[in-house]
Nanobody, 127 residues
Framework: QVQLVESGGGLVQAGGSLRLSCAASGRTFSSYAMGWFRQAPGKERELVAAISRSGSSTYYRDSVRGRFTISRDNTKNTVYLQMNTLNPEDTAVYYC????????????????????WGQGTQVTVSS
């Protein structure tokens, strides 16, 4: 099992930046494909970005591609989401998720594909 703890959320003005971190417990972090999701009030949870075990494969939803960057440091058991040029539509609770994968290049793109979730961190972008 793995436990996930997000941090780095907060209030930022439109055009600003935030970096989210997700720290994982345990010694097998490199065995997990990771994802960042978000959920705005009244909306379904949606995938923001995903990264493979090795970090060499990544995926971004269209609305954040070019503004957000997902990365991981397997030596620190941490996955990051660098968010630049934020806009009010990015306001949501952001969750990280983890799932075991044998394939070091595999991405997990569906919320139902993840068994492990953090508690979430609020990101609020003011206009």
């Amino acid at each position: 099992q793995v436990q996930l703890v997000e941090s780095g959320g907060g209030l930022v003005q439109a055009g600003g930046s935030l970096r989210l971190s997700c720290a994982a417990s345990g010694r097998t972090f490199s065995s997990y494909a990771m994802g960042w999701f978000r959920q705005a009030p009244g909306k379904e949870r949606e995938l923001v970005a995903a990264i493979s075990r090795s970090g060499s494969s990544t995926y971004y939803r269209d609305s954040v591609r070019g503004r957000f960057t997902i990365s991981r440091d397997n030596t620190k058991n941490t996955v990051y989401l660098q968010m630049n040029t934020l806009n009010p539509e990015d306001t949501a609770v952001y969750y990280c998720a983890a799932e075991l994968r044998l394939n070091v290049l595999a991405l997990v793109l569906l919320a139902t594909g993840y068994n492990y979730w953090g508690q979430g961190t609020q990101v609020t972008v003011s206009s």
